[in-house]
């Protein structure tokens, strides 16, 4: 039986989600979730990926390699790029959730809004656009913003306060973007309510990385 890891840094409702989509979507993969759920309040914290947060993360991943899996899912876009550095070093293939996403993105649009609900994640999900952009050949434009607040409600269990913010922060985007990303996993429930409020495409992650997880492990 294959198995899969996802690698967590928070104890989120993304969990749940991941849990659910591989059961549906990964029929007969074993699923392993990983999580350090201190990770990401460090990382807002301290306004950057330091190298203590490097090496509980790849602690992580190799403790997922360990246990057998035969991909890993890191699923937070805030360290994304420590995943692409983890897949390099480990025999295993390391991949950031928000990949498949940001790949479907590029290749078909191209003026790229993307929406946060945390600071931290607006460099590691842009920097990976503009990677994807250079390897398609494509010139794109990319319009990030982060939903002030939106983390925090999220946190607090104040989901319906997230979701407003979210949606108004897209709302103040929209006449310059061709297709919304949402950077974080935890959003995805968003994405419909979203793409009918601003009559275009919006993309999110959790589906997408499914998808490109079945093709990965056959």
């Known amino acids: 039986m294959k198995k899969v890891a996802f690698v967590y840094t928070s104890m989120g409702g993304l969990v749940e989600t991941t849990r659910k989509l591989a059961a549906e979507r990964l029929p007969g993969v074993e699923t392993l979730h990983i999580a350090d759920s201190g990770l990401v309040a ?3 914290r301290s306004g950057e990926i330091t190298p203590a947060v490097r090496r509980r993360l790849m602690y992580q991943f190799e403790s997922a ?10 699923a937070c876009s805030s360290v994304g790029e420590i995943a692409e550095m983890a897949d390099t070093l480990l025999d295993v293939p390391v991949i950031r959730i928000d990949q498949a996403m940001i790949d479907e993105a590029v290749a078909t649009y191209d003026r790229i809004g993307v929406l946060a609900s945390v600071e931290s994640t607006i460099g590691p999900t842009t920097a990976c656009i503009r990677r994807a952009a250079r390897r398609a050949g494509r010139d794109v434009t990319i319009a990030a913003k982060v939903a002030q607040g939106a983390y925090q409600a999220q946190a607090q269990g104040n989901r319906e306060e997230h ?22 996993g935890s ?10 409020a601003l009559g275009k495409p919006v993309l999110s992650s959790p589906e997408r990385c499914m998808r490109a997880l079945a093709t990965l492990i056959g």
Do not use: F, S, Y
């Not at 390699?65 to 890191?74: E, N």
């Not at 709302?171 to 949402?182: A, P, Q, T, Y």
């Open 65 to 74: 390699a360990a246990a057998g899996a035969d991909a890993i899912v890191c």
């Open 163 to 184: 979701d407003r913010l979210l949606m108004a922060c897209a709302r103040e985007m929209n006449e310059g973007i061709d297709v919304l990303l949402l950077a974080q």
């Open 187 to 196: 959003m995805a429930r968003m994405e419909q309510p979203l793409a009918d």
């Open 42 to 44: 460090d990382i807002i």
